[in-house]
Nanobody, 123 residues
Framework: VQLQASGGGLVQAGGSLRLSCAAS????????MGWFRQAPRKEREFVAS????????YYADVVKGRFTISRDNAKNTVILQMNSLRPEDTAVYYC?????????????????WGQGTQVTVSS
């Protein structure tokens, strides 16, 4: 299984970015997909998750109402649309895949990780 994250960049506060996670090399029907982020000197934290077939969406409280996770079935891709970005959203963003069991919120439950994409929000 391979996950390839892309779409990061530099944006001003209040702006938007769209991250993509392209998945390949496996059958993902039994997977849940998650986005995490890690800021300098901080632990990796949960951002959002979705069932591979769509639905059962969860968000961290700090991104609710600003970020949207979705699936593009045709492209085997998971999207994280980020709006109203804040400087505190600055981090490396990672996509990850896990089986249905276990909490979506814990990194230890994810079997596969992408390489990360840098998001920088300037004030």
């Amino acid at each position: 299984v391979q996950l390839q994250a892309s779409g990061g960049g530099l944006v001003q506060a209040g702006g938007s970015l769209r991250l993509s996670c392209a998945a390949s090399g496996g059958s993902f029907g039994s997977y849940r997909m998650g986005w995490f982020r890690q800021a300098p000197r901080k632990e990796r934290e949960f951002v959002a998750s979705i069932r591979w077939s769509g639905g059962n969406v969860y968000y961290a409280d700090v991104v609710k109402g600003r970020f949207t996770i979705s699936r593009d079935n045709a492209k085997n891709t998971v999207i994280l649309q980020m709006n109203s970005l804040r400087p505190e959203d600055t981090a490396v963003y990672y996509c990850a895949a896990k089986y249905y069991s276990g909490s979506d919120y814990h990194t230890a439950n994810y079997a596969y990780w992408g390489q990360g994409t840098q998001v920088t929000v300037s004030s």
